[in-house]
């Protein structure tokens, strides 16, 4: 399985992106699916994520701003991003908790994309 995320880049203070991130291989099911950033010097954090059902969990620094959906058909899931910050710069990282059937058995594995650079001017 692999995770190719997109949709990074630099904007302005207010701004707005999309990331995208599409999951290819063999995939039973994706849940959750989500997004984590990492900023120089910090831990990684969780941004939000979405469950197959379409339950959604942000941080409370996303709340309100971003909006994470997700296309079951095309195993992608989305990160819009609104009322950009200067605190938003990070590298984003999208996230899978990917089940896969091996012969009579689910296996589960949770796998991470590259990441993508978003960078916010003030």
């Known amino acids: 399985v692999q995770l190719q995320a997109s949709g990074g880049g630099l904007v302005q203070a207010g701004g707005s992106l999309r990331l995208s991130c599409a999951a290819s291989?063999?995939?039973?099911?994706?849940?959750?699916f989500g997004w984590y950033r990492q900023a120089p010097g910090k831990q990684r954090e969780l941004v939000a994520t979405?469950?197959?059902?379409?339950?959604?969990n942000y941080a409370d620094s996303a709340k309100d701003r971003f909006t994470i959906s997700r296309d079951n058909a095309k195993n992608t899931v989305y990160l819009q991003m609104n009322s950009l910050k200067p605190e938003d710069t990070a590298v984003y990282y999208c996230?899978?908790?990917?089940?896969?059937?091996?012969?009579?058995?689910?296996?589960?594995?949770?796998?991470w994309g590259q990441g993508t650079q978003v960078t916010v001017s003030s």
């Open positions: 996230n899978a908790d990917v089940s896969t059937i091996v012969g009579p058995s689910v296996r589960s594995r949770v796998y």
């Open positions: 291989g063999s995939t039973f099911s994706i849940n959750p």
């Open positions: 979405i469950t197959s059902g379409g339950s959604k």
